[in-house]
């Protein structure tokens, strides 16, 4: 009996995804940008011949916008590395030829995770004197994204690249609803961490 109904709801769940405009009902809305001390870029991904992922050059790209319309003065560019190619270096590369000013930039590298991003960007840019940032990331990734850099202080507003393009086909509508559930528990599990922290410490 147990078994009839999960499959019930699977397929409940399934359907109301794949053939409804529900998740993209759901799906992050655009956020308009404020002023700020700096943005911080995170990471995306970058192949061994040096190519951005579609990700990492549209939250570039986003970082460079805000800095040519001068709500910020400094642009963080995060980046991972790989086999002969540094994702920070190539966007800085991107930025330069884009008009932001070499002293405006700061690379952010060695890190792997979100929380290794935000703990290593506040070392960089508290003793700066910075407080006040945006955030620059996916729509999806900002929530946890949020939290883990006010948990290091700052004050964060949020500045996402974009909201996720919906497809009108069930395959599309899949994706993003298997995009969003991962990053909902991506979420719950780093807030669930922060809690135990604090309880431990």
């Given at each position: 009996m147990l078994c009839r109904l999960l499959g019930a709801a699977f397929l409940i769940v399934f359907a109301v995804v794949a053939f409804t405009p529900l998740v993209g009902s759901l799906s992050p809305r655009a956020i308009q940008a404020a002023r700020a001390d700096a943005a911080v870029v995170l990471a995306g991904s970058i192949s061994t011949d040096g190519v951005l992922s579609d990700s990492s050059l549209r939250?570039?790209?986003q970082g460079i916008q805000l800095y040519k319309?001068?709500?910020?003065?400094?642009l963080v560019l995060s980046g991972a590395v790989a086999p002969g190619s540094s994702e920070?270096?190539?966007r800085a590369e991107l930025a330069?030829?884009?008009?932001v000013a070499d002293s405006a930039i700061i690379l952010?590298?060695?890190t792997r995770t979100t929380r290794d991003e935000a703990t290593k960007a506040a070392r960089l840019l508290q003793a700066r004197g910075v407080r006040h940032i945006l955030v620059v990331t996916d729509p999806l990734h900002m929530a946890r994204a949020r939290a883990a850099f006010t948990a290091e202080g700052f004050e964060v507003s949020p500045a996402p690249t974009g909201r996720p393009r919906v497809t009108n086909s069930p395959g599309g509508r899949l994706r993003l609803g298997r995009d969003m559930v991962v990053e909902w528990l991506a979420t719950l599990l780093y807030r669930t961490s922060q809690l135990w922290q604090r309880r431990t410490t």
């Open positions: 939250r570039v790209i319309r001068g709500l910020v003065p400094l920070a270096e190539t330069r030829e884009l008009g952010l590298t060695g």
